[in-house]
């Protein structure tokens, strides 16, 4: 198990382009994504710890199917070039039909789905990105 997470992040490490290695990330973006209450989606100047601005987020849930879901959406700044997965931690998958974190240009995004009626408490989705200008 230690030796797929070590090569897991040697081979993400292995995609960052060596300009990006070389300097500072100027963002750091945090997302907590759980049922208990709104998912916190927070984007934050790296260097300068100014007020984090927050991103949109939505807790669903779904009588009907009896199932929960809820997401994150950062949008960027335009001045960001790229964005890489420093963290991810999943507590409770057991309960969990889906997560998932993604980085497309411009926006972060992610999302966790239960396809049962659980206990709120279980279930959470913890990712950090650093991003650099």
Partial sequence: MLKS??????TSALLVP?????????????????????????????????????????LVHDENTISWTTSCLIQLPK????CTLTSQMVTNPEVLVSWNSVYQ???LQAKIVSDADINPGFGTLTVTYVCFE
């Fill in 5 to 10: 997470i070590i090569a897991i992040g040697l």
């Fill in 18 to 58: 060596a300009s990006v290695i070389a300097s500072e990330p100027a963002y750091e973006a945090k997302m907590k994504l759980n049922f208990q209450k709104d998912p916190s989606c927070l984007l934050q100047g790296y260097k300068d710890k100014s007020k984090p601005v927050k991103g949109r987020s939505s």
């Fill in 105 to 107: 240009k411009e926006v």
């Fill in 79 to 82: 001045t960001v070039k790229y």
